[in-house]
C-alpha cells in the first residue's frame, strides 16, 4: 500500500525545480505519496518546531531548534557560495548605519536573519512577508530591508541601493558558502523511510538537472515576475552540486555557522549535525 507523506516546501523556482520529478511523477516513487505543501519558509520552520510535516523544508538557523524531531537529508540543500541575502535601502547607507536603523526581515528562524545579527550585532527589525519586503522599504515602513529568493536579482530594477550582500560577507569572514536552507525528515518514520526518501529527493533534484529546460518551465509557475531567462540563472544560484550533496565543505559551513550562532547567543544549543544515512558529527 502507498505510503502518505507531507512534504512542505517553499513557493519558489528553486524548490518546484527541486521537486518537478516527485510532483510529475518522472521518478519512481517506490509506493511513497506526497502530500506537497507550499507555504513560505518562516511558516515552514514554524510548523517545524510542532513537528507537524513529515518532510520539510528548513532554514539552517531553525534546524538548531528541532535536533530532536528532526534529520537533516544529505540533499536539497540552499547554498550561496559567495552570494546570499542581501540589505537593500531607499537610501544610500553603509554597513555600519544599519544598527541604528529599523530593518523588515522575512522571518526571526531564517538563516538570513541570523546571518545578519552576526554581521552587524542587535538591531531594531519588524517581520514582514518575503515578498512585501521591497514595498515596505519603498513606503518607507522600514529603513533597509533583509531580501532572499529572487529578490536577490531584481533589487535593482526597484532602484534600490545595496548595503551588504550577507553571503559574499560570510564568504569573506569564513572562506565558506552560506548554508541558507536544508531539507529534513521527522525521525520517527524511521530509518527505512528515512532512507528511501533521501534516495528519492536525490533522484528528483538529479532529474531537474539532467532535464533542465522542462524542469526550468514547470518552476515558472513560481517565479514571480521572471522570464524563463532570469528564472533559470536564479535556479543555478541554489540548485546545484550543493544541492545533491552538502559535501565535507559544505557540512563545515553548517558547523561553522550554527557554532557562531550559539557562541553569539543566538542559537540554543551546541549542534550536533545529524545526517540520513551518514556519518553524523
Known amino acids: 500500500m502507498p505510503r502518505n507523506l507531507t512534504l512542505g516546501h517553499s513557493p519558489d523556482p528553486d524548490d518546484a525545480f527541486m521537486f518537478y520529478a516527485l510532483a510529475k511523477d518522472k521518478i519512481d516513487r517506490r509506493g511513497y505519496r506526497f ?18 510535516l513529515d518532510i520539510t523544508a528548513i532554514s539552517v538557523h531553525a534546524y538548531a531548534h528541532v535536533l530532536d524531531k528532526y534529520a537533516l537529508l544529505p540533499s536539497g540543500s540552499s547554498m550561496g ?4 541575502p542581501m540589505v537593500v535601502a531607499s537610501e544610500r547607507l553603509s554597513i555600519h548605519d544599519l544598527p541604528e536603523k529599523k530593518i523588515a526581515v522575512p522571518g526571526e528562524m531564517t538563516t538570513a536573519f541570523l546571518t545578519l545579527n552576526l554581521c552587524i550585532g542587535k538591531f531594531a527589525y ?20 533583509l531580501i532572499i529568493h529572487e529578490g536577490q536579482l531584481t533589487w535593482s530594477d526597484r532602484g534600490l541601493n545595496l548595503v ?47 532535464h533542465r529546460e522542462e524542469a526550468v518551465r514547470y518552476a ?10 532570469l528564472a533559470d540563472r536564479f535556479v543555478g544560484m541554489y540548485v546545484n552540486h550543493w544541492t545533491l550533496d552538502y559535501g565535507e565543505r559544505g557540512r563545515q ?29
Open 126 to 145: 519588524e517581520v514582514v512577508p518575503f515578498d512585501r519586503i521591497f514595498q515596505h522599504v519603498e513606503e518607507g515602513r522600514s529603513d533597509a530591508g
Open 164 to 210: 551588504v550582500d550577507l553571503g559574499v560577507w560570510w564568504q569573506e569572514e569564513t572562506g565558506l558558502p552560506l548554508p541558507l536552507g536544508a531539507n529534513a525528515i521527522k525521525k520517527e518514520l524511521g530509518r527505512e523511510t528515512m532512507e528511501d526518501v533521501a534516495d528519492l529527493l536525490e533522484e528528483s533534484i538529479r532529474y531537474g538537472l539532467d
Open 220 to 229: 515558472l509557475d513560481w517565479a514571480r515576475d521572471m522570464d524563463v531567462e
Open 35 to 52: 502530500e506537497h505543501v507550499l507555504q513560505d519558509i518562516e511558516s515552514l520552520n514554524r510548523r517545524a518546531t510542532r513537528g507537524e
Open 253 to 281: 559551513a553548517i558547523r561553522t555557522l550554527l557554532g557562531k550562532g550559539y557562541e553569539a547567543g543566538l542559537v540554543p544549543n551546541p549542534v550536533e549535525l545529524e545526517f540520513v544515512g551518514g556519518e553524523n558529527e
Open 81 to 84: 557560495d559567495g552570494y546570499g
